[in-house]
Structure formats: structure tokens, C-alpha cells
């Protein structure tokens, strides 16, 4: 099981919203969680990677957690999020190749016949998640309590 340490940073009847703690601090400020102050946070807007758990430990907002998820289910499911896409995308690809090989635009149909197959697989994926076709042994739980309130200090630099 590949276990991580989280921060609860909500409840919601018997759901938990976890935040994952980063082992590794950051190099501006040495804060685990981010602060947003970063090349990549100020492009694409910093957002903490929330996810909604069971809480069958009765943990409360701030309670560091160990969450836990099975190593095969993280296999399967990557392979499944990259695969099938890549899958739709070459049979796309594969299939306007077939269709329009005579055609004096036959490499244009046939990129055209990709980007098709890459959306009908990105529309099968979230049509599967909302269908609920990953089966609750895909899902993370919390494992443990490890710490109660964890104290969170802000992120400072230092101006030079």
C-alpha cells in the first residue's frame, strides 16, 4: 500500500476533504504546502490538490492523516487514464488513414481523425468516472490519526 500524509482541511458529514503534505519542502520558503509564489503557480494559478475520502477515523479539520492506496489500483488506473486515450488516439488516427487514403488532404484527415479519436477517449474516461466505474478498492482512505492540529505557519520570503 503507498501511503502519504495528509491534512484534513474539511468534513462534510462522513467525507473528508484531504490535502497531501509534501515530503519535500519548497525552495523559496521551505513551507510544505504551497503558497502560490512560484514560476508555475503564477502561470497556471496555484490550486491545493483537494480530494474527498471517507472519514472513518472521525478526523476533524486539521488532523494530519495517513491516507492510503493499493499499489495495483494506482497501476491499473494510470494505465487506464493514459492508455485509452492514446488507444482512441492511433485508432482515430488509424481509421481516417483507412477511409480517406485516396484523398488529396488524406494526412490532414488523418490528424483530424486523431484529435477525434483523443476526444471520443477523454468523453469515455469521464463518462466512466461519473458512471462510477472505479470500484471503491481505486479509492484512497485515511489509514490513521498521525497528529491532531497541526499548526500551519505562513509562507514568508525573504526580499533581498
Known sequence: ??????????????????????????????????????????????????????NTVNAKVDDVVTVGIQENALLLSAVIVYGVPLLTLILGAAFANIAFA?????????????????????????GHNQAGGFSAQYQPVILEIVDKKLVLKPCQTSKN
Open 102 to 126: 485516396g484523398d488529396l488532404h488524406a494526412d490532414r484527415n488523418t490528424v483530424l481523425g486523431a484529435f477525434l479519436g483523443l476526444f471520443v477517449g477523454y468523453l469515455w474516461l469521464k
Open 1 to 54: 500500500m503507498i501511503q502519504e500524509q495528509a491534512v484534513v482541511v474539511g468534513v462534510n458529514q462522513d467525507l473528508a476533504s484531504l490535502e497531501i503534505l509534501r515530503n519535500k519542502p519548497c525552495g523559496l520558503c521551505g513551507q510544505t504546502r504551497g503558497c502560490g509564489i512560484s514560476i508555475w503557480g503564477r502561470l497556471f494559478g496555484h490550486r491545493a490538490n483537494i480530494f474527498k475520502v471517507k
